[in-house]
């Protein structure tokens, strides 16, 4: 099982990055990816997650009309559409799944991340001018 995030950068507050989780070792028809951000001295918190049955995405209050989560099954992709980025969205961005425990359960608030034991090599997200 392996997850891989890309695409951060530096930007501008108002501008826009798109960010790519590269999947492989199992399948998006299966299993649900969730998006998670971790800023400098604060907890790892949940952004976005897409669920595998039904296609559900849930989004942080932070983040909701500015960020958008979608799937490409062929490319094995998962990505996150992030605009109108604001200085408080600094930070390194991981996804992650879980055989067991659902990234949209976590990022829903009713599981903590601890219970996700795969992650992708995060990827930062710079947002100054």
């Known amino acids: 099982v392996q997850l891989q995030a890309s695409g951060g950068g530096l930007v501008q507050p108002g501008g826009s990055l798109r960010l790519s989780c590269a999947t492989s070792?199992?399948?998006?028809?299966?299993?649900?990816i969730g998006w998670f951000r971790q800023a400098p001295g604060k907890e790892r918190e949940g952004v976005s997650c897409i669920s595998s049955s039904d296609g559900r995405t849930v989004y942080a209050d932070s983040v909701k009309g500015r960020f958008t989560i979608s799937r490409d099954y062929a490319k094995r992709t998962v990505y996150l559409q992030m605009n109108s980025l604001k200085p408080e969205d600094t930070a390194v961005y991981y996804c992650?799944?879980?055989?067991?425990?659902?990234?949209?359960?976590?990022?829903?608030?009713?599981?903590?991340?601890?219970?996700?034991?795969?992650w992708g090599r995060g990827t930062l997200v710079t947002v100054s001018s």
């Open positions: 070792g199992f399948s998006l028809y299966h299993f649900s």
């Open positions: 992650a799944t879980d055989f067991e425990t659902s990234p949209c359960t976590v990022v829903s608030g009713a599981a903590s991340y601890y219970r996700l034991d795969y």
